[in-house]
């Protein structure tokens, strides 16, 4: 095995270490069975799930179904934590309704993209190294792990708490950022779909007012998710609050926006319209066109 290869082999335990550290703070007073959190199985199934997946996938070299792991994700540990917590209440209903109706919509999109659009480019140079592509597949059980967090330690609470303000304002921010993420993926993939635009960049719709609003909409729900969760947690549960604040900064500053942005820079950078474009809106949080 190459030393870069067994550089990031050794590095793995390092990436665990945070989502322990929410696994520890998420069990805190929640439900248990035989003594073991509900949240605690909950993490290990999340990243369980990813590393069963990662076989199939090295096996054949594709990433053909990674997001649809994802998403499937998504909905097995919201079940679980359903099936195996106390009876749930109606916070409890509700943050799994929101989160399977937005897992099963963005995994089929992602899905159905990646059959039209062929291999993801995320993946060039990393689904033929054994350690780069398992450490992709863990970094999506993270991912999981830290959104789902705060829904998860609500779930799994002890504490019941009767729907109040808090739940009908995080319901009305994540119904608008759903609704953003949905028309904005919608207005791509329907200017994708014309020939004359394939060598073209997208600047009409919600896409006038942000370079990218499908993700400012990602981040405004899962901020909705939390505070609809937030009165049911209590002590170290809180911790799980940062959910919202790890959406952003993975889309802000890791895989999301920094990636789409140089690929774009690379396409069209010196194009005069691009660069009038970009010069003129926001990368992330929406703003009317001048």
Not at 6 to 27: E, H, I, K, T
Not at 86 to 93: G, K, Q, T
Not at 247 to 273: C, F, K, N, Y
Request: aromatic share 12%; hydrophobic share 50%; with cysteine.
């Amino acid at each position: 095995m190459p030393d870069s290869e067994r550089r990031r082999l050794s590095s793995l335990p390092v990436l665990l270490l945070p989502v322990a550290g929410l696994a520890w703070a998420g069990g805190q007073g929640g439900a248990t069975i035989s003594g073991v959190p509900v949240f605690w199985m909950c993490v290990v199934v999340a990243l369980g799930i990813q590393w069963v997946a990662f076989l199939p996938a090295w096996q054949m070299r594709t990433e053909r179904f990674f997001d649809l792991t994802g998403s499937l994700t998504y909905l097995s540990v919201t079940a679980l934590a359903i099936a195996l917590a106390p009876p749930p209440d109606d916070r409890s209903l509700l943050l799994a309704a929101l989160v399977g109706v937005w897992a099963v919509r963005l995994g089929s999109f992602l899905f159905r993209r990646i059959r039209a659009q062929g291999p993801d480019r995320r993946f060039d140079g990393v689904r033929d190294s054994f350690v780069r592509f398992f450490v992709a597949w863990t970094l999506q059980g993270l991912w999981v792990c830290f959104t789902l967090a705060a829904a998860l330690a609500a779930i799994t609470s002890s504490r019941s708490v009767p729907l109040g303000p808090a739940a009908w304002l995080g319901l009305a921010l994540w119904a608008s950022g759903f609704g953003i993420e949905v028309v904005s993926d919608g207005q791509k993939r329907a200017f994708r779909s014309r020939p004359e635009n394939q060598a073209r960049f997208i600047s009409t719709g919600l896409w006038a007012w942000s370079r990218h609003p499908n993700y400012f909409g990602e981040i405004v729900l899962w901020t909705g998710i939390a505070i609809m969760a937030a009165p049911a947690l209590t002590g170290w549960r809180l911790m799980t609050l940062v959910s919202p604040v790890f959406v952003a900064l993975l889309i802000t500053r890791a895989s999301g926006i920094p990636l789409l942005e140089r690929q774009a820079d690379e396409r069209w950078g010196g194009d005069p319209a691009y660069e009038t474009y970009k010069a003129a809106t926001p990368v992330l949080v929406p703003r009317r066109p001048t």
